[in-house]
């Protein structure tokens, strides 16, 4: 009995020491195995930062992108050596993607003055309107809104034999255009209403049937960007307003005109702070009684403005005093009031100035030199 006691006590050792062992094997082998996994891990990690560490080149994706980088080598060549062989017309081969996009584009209308013959103006003395009759015969559009504009170029070309046809607007002219096409030159006004000058142009250029017609603006903008949106509209040339009277004469000459050089003296006029008797007059082509005519006319239609801009801008009506001083600055520059023609400039600048409203201010500097060049006017005639 004791025997038996003893040796349920040693298997009852036993089972515990060999559960204990197998613990600790079972601790082992999950150790070794952390520890395999962790130095695999840590031989790929830097494994991979030695490849970025590596100057950057293009890795093969697959197995046979050795072969494919072989062939691309020798496509190439191959390509290379048939860009080589000259088509018959002079035409490499290698260029036949850019042969087939300039057919797929027809290339853009030329709209500008190499589209017309156009002379060289030899040197001349000053012109007067005597001048004018070596074009007679000649037949020219006139599209402008500003009725002393008008009076100004139909005075200049008055018994030249040149025919001069008024628009009042784009749309005028264009009417007139459908009826009767016979005409040399365009004087084409920027800003007019209803259609613009632009929108006018564009239709022109965009008619063949007036191909032979030479647009030309006639504009106060004289900004690198307003000369090119004018060229790009179909607006051959430009003439600045005032027209000059030796302009309007070297773009008659230049698309119609004879090979006589003029020479001629200029009569001496009145000058005073608030009128430029002198360039009003070389405007009005030398014509005393002319530039009185234009100057009376000034008096009529623009006594009164002060007080149909000073009703405009106390009822914000912004792009009507706009249009006011856009006409006063071209009658202005004219008849050769720069006083007058600097304040209404300055005016029409301030109109954005909706907070302080300085054009209130300037409005009433406007009606001092109003004042002074009407006094000028009258004591001239």
Do not use: W
Not at 320 to 342: C, F, H, R, S, Y
């Amino acid at each position: 009995m004791l025997y038996h006691k003893e040796k349920i006590e040693e298997f009852i050792m036993f089972y515990e020491y060999q559960t204990e062992i197998m613990g600790v094997v079972a601790i082992l082998i999950v150790s070794v195995i952390y520890l395999i996994v962790k130095i695999k891990k840590e031989k790929k990690d830097a494994q991979i930062k030695d490849i970025e560490e590596l100057p950057s080149i293009e890795l093969p994706e697959d197995k046979n992108s050795n072969i494919n980088d072989s062939y691309d080598t020798e496509q190439k060549i191959t390509d290379e050596y048939d860009t080589q062989e000259i088509e018959p017309d002079g035409t490499e081969e290698g260029s036949f993607g850019e042969t087939l996009q300039e057919e797929k584009t027809p290339p853009k209308e030329d709209t500008n003055t190499s589209s017309f013959q156009k002379r060289d103006v030899p040197p001349h003395d000053k012109i007067t309107k005597e001048n004018f009759k070596e074009f007679a015969g000649a037949r020219i559009l006139v599209a402008e809104d500003n009725l002393i504009n008008q009076k100004v170029i139909n005075g200049l070309l008055a018994d030249s034999g040149i025919e001069v046809v008024i628009a009042d607007d784009g749309q005028v002219a264009l009417e007139i255009l459908e009826e009767d096409s016979n005409f040399t030159l365009i004087l084409m006004d920027a800003h007019m209403p209803r259609i613009d000058g632009f929108e006018a142009t564009r239709t022109i250029r965009a008619n063949p049937k007036y191909d032979h017609i030479v647009v030309i603006a006639l504009s106060g903008d004289t900004a690198a960007d307003d000369i090119q949106k004018m060229s790009d509209a179909g607006m051959s040339e430009h003439l600045e307003k005032p027209l000059r009277m030796v302009d309007l004469y070297d773009m008659i000459y230049a698309y119609t005109g004879s090979q006589n050089t003029p020479k001629v003296s200029q009569e001496q006029t009145i000058m005073t702070q608030e009128l430029d008797g002198e360039k009003g007059l070389e405007i009005c082509g030398g014509d005393k009684e002319f530039y009185q005519e234009i100057l009376n006319e000034f008096v009529t239609t623009y006594e009164d403005s002060p007080q149909k801009l000073q009703t405009f801008l106390e009822k914000e009506q912004m792009q009507e005093a706009d249009k006011l001083l856009l006409d006063l600055m071209g009658v202005t520059a004219n008849i050769g009031a720069q006083p007058l023609n600097e304040i209404a400039g300055t005016i029409k600048l301030a109109l954005n100035d909706t907070q302080e409203k300085s054009y209130l201010t300037l409005l009433e500097q406007y009606k001092t030199h109003l004042q002074a060049l009407i006094r000028d006017i009258k004591n001239y005639n």
